[in-house]
């Protein structure tokens, strides 16, 4: 039998990206040294986020997440595995 490993608790800072605004909010709080909006020109909308996480450019889609991680880098992470990994926090 392999040896077993919980995942430590661990609080970080998050916004979803879900529209055009989110994505306002989101470069606002991370500064466009870590996160750029792609923004349609036909249309004004948000398309996508380019995350400069520390493993490179990641690309971040609607319902993703952007997480501050207690490193100080921030991350893209899909919304599936944001919603198994993490539950609402005390400030």
Avoid: N
């Avoid at 986020?49 to 971040?60: C, D, F, I, R, Y």
């Amino acid at each position: 039998m392999s040896p077993l490993y919980q995942h430590r608790p661990t609080k970080v800072a998050a916004f979803q990206f879900i529209d055009t605004a989110s994505a306002e909010q989101i470069c606002r709080w991370a500064g466009s040294m870590h996160v750029e909006a792609f923004i349609d020109p036909a249309t004004g909308e948000a398309r996508s986020l380019l995350v400069k996480a520390t493993s490179g450019p990641a690309e971040a889609v609607r319902g993703d997440w952007i997480v501050l991680g207690p490193d100080g880098h921030f991350y893209p992470v899909p919304s599936d595995v944001f919603t198994a990994s993490y539950e609402p926090a005390d400030a």
